[in-house]
């Protein structure tokens, strides 16, 4: 795995921090996710990465 962390730059440790933990879910991440979804949907698939942001962050949600 080096080799390849190395061509992309990324810390080992990283690399084998996130093939560990893939499988976690965060209930709140899971959440957000379903409500970026849903607005998307809803606007016929015409809502891009800003309108959803701030739909979301109108919603009270902390987006970046």
Same mark, same amino acid.
């Given at each position: 795995? @080096? #080799?390849?962390?190395? &061509?992309?730059?990324?810390? #080992?440790?990283?690399?084998?921090?996130?093939?560990?933990? @893939?499988?976690?879910?965060? #209930?709140? /991440? %899971? =959440? &957000? @996710?379903? +409500? +970026?979804?849903?607005?998307?949907?809803?606007?016929?698939?015409? %809502? *891009?990465?800003?309108?959803?942001? *701030?739909? &979301?962050? =109108? /919603? *009270?949600?902390?987006? *970046?």
């Amino acid at each position: 795995m @080096k #080799p390849i962390c190395k &061509l992309f730059d990324v810390n #080992p440790s990283s690399y084998y921090y996130r093939v560990n933990h @893939k499988d976690i879910i965060h #209930p709140e /991440r %899971a =959440q &957000l @996710k379903q +409500a +970026a979804i849903d607005i998307h949907a809803v606007s016929r698939g015409a %809502a *891009g990465a800003r309108t959803i942001t *701030g739909q &979301l962050t =109108q /919603r *009270g949600e902390n987006v *970046g």
